[in-house]
């Protein structure tokens, strides 16, 4: 895979002060709390065609539900802290129904299914070929890349994340998410992914090699990427100094999906993405200095 398809992002120290707004606060993430969701022993396919077909299947299941308007089905498929970001911003599972419903989906077409298992979450990428509307506008009907992140939740298999990189040739600015989250998650996703970027930021290879989950994946305006794009281009990207706004923070069993606005111009060879802010995804697994990204989704594109 050419070194151009990735869009790896950084952020600054100072991205501790975007926070939720949420005047209650909640216990930090703990994977192995009490409160956490638990998953049921699934049986996971033996070989990486096993994954790609169980992948395809929720891909289609998912898409069916959006596409026959089954609003039920489409809630029943997520966690109840579920997020998805899309080129308008974040969502939780309540603010992605209207969302979603509001896209008249029609004739999806999945293809180039990828999938990995890290631990107990399945993380898949997909391109789709699908009509869609926003606002009245049609969107793009070209193979464009997806993103989901599975866990078995009580025997079913239900989305923690979700990105969708469909957008208008012209890609606006998000707006503010409009769940405020948890005071105490948000901060600590916002620290996360500090420390995780800063070390790419600061050509700490070494160390942001270690934060990356084996099988994760990315999904960028170039398409899917792997593990081994995104070390490949924390070498050569040159970015502006990143900030971050609007963190949402919560919790699925293991994993923490965190999301922000991010704005941060970066050069990778002859690709140059704008200094504009975009909607940005990460799945982190575990916690604390063991916790490792499984998942990246970013929205900008070149203008």
């Given at each position: ?14 991205a ?10 909640a ?17 996971w ?7 790609n ?35 308008m ?15 008249g ?8 299914v990828?999938a ?18 926003q606002?009245?506008?049609?969107l ?11 866990q078995i ?28 989250g ?13 420390k ?21 994946q990315v ?59 975009a ?25």
């Amino acid at each position: 895979m050419s070194i151009l398809l990735i869009a790896p992002m950084f952020l600054s120290p100072l991205a501790f002060a975007q926070a939720g707004s949420s005047a209650t606060s909640a216990p930090q993430f703990n994977p192995t709390a009490p409160g956490a969701q638990t998953s049921t022993a699934a049986t996971w396919p033996s070989d990486s065609a096993g994954f790609n077909t169980l992948a395809n299947k929720l891909f289609s299941e998912w898409f069916e539900q959006i596409a026959s308007n089954n609003m039920k089905g489409v809630m029943d498929s997520m966690q109840p802290n579920f997020q998805s970001v899309t080129f308008m911003g974040a969502f939780d599972a309540a603010s992605s129904i209207s969302q979603i419903a509001g896209l008249g989906t029609k004739s999806p077409k999945i293809s180039d299914v990828i999938a990995t298992r890290v631990g107990d979450a399945l993380v898949a990428t997909c391109l789709v070929n699908v009509e869609q509307m926003q606002d009245g506008k049609k969107l793009s009907s070209n193979a464009m890349p997806r993103l989901g992140v599975w866990q078995i939740v009580n025997g079913a298999w239900k989305l923690a994340a979700w990105a969708s990189l469909n957008s208008p040739a012209i890609r606006p600015a998000p707006s503010v998410a409009t769940f405020p989250g948890d005071t105490a998650l948000n901060t600590q996703g916002a620290a996360m992914l500090t420390k995780f970027l800063m070390a790419q930021h600061k050509k700490d290879l070494p160390a942001f090699e270690a934060m990356l989950a084996q099988g994760m994946q990315v999904v960028n305006f170039k398409g899917q990427k792997i593990r081994d794009d995104i070390i490949k281009g924390a070498q050569m990207a040159t970015t502006t100094e990143p900030k971050i706004a609007d963190t949402r923070a919560t919790q699925c069993g293991d994993l923490l999906v965190v999301t922000c606005n991010l704005t941060m111009g970066q050069k990778i060879g002859w690709t140059t993405l704008p200094e504009d802010p975009a909607p940005f995804l990460a799945v982190f697994q575990g916690a604390g200095d063991a916790a490792k990204v499984i998942a990246l989704a970013n929205t900008n594109k070149p203008k």
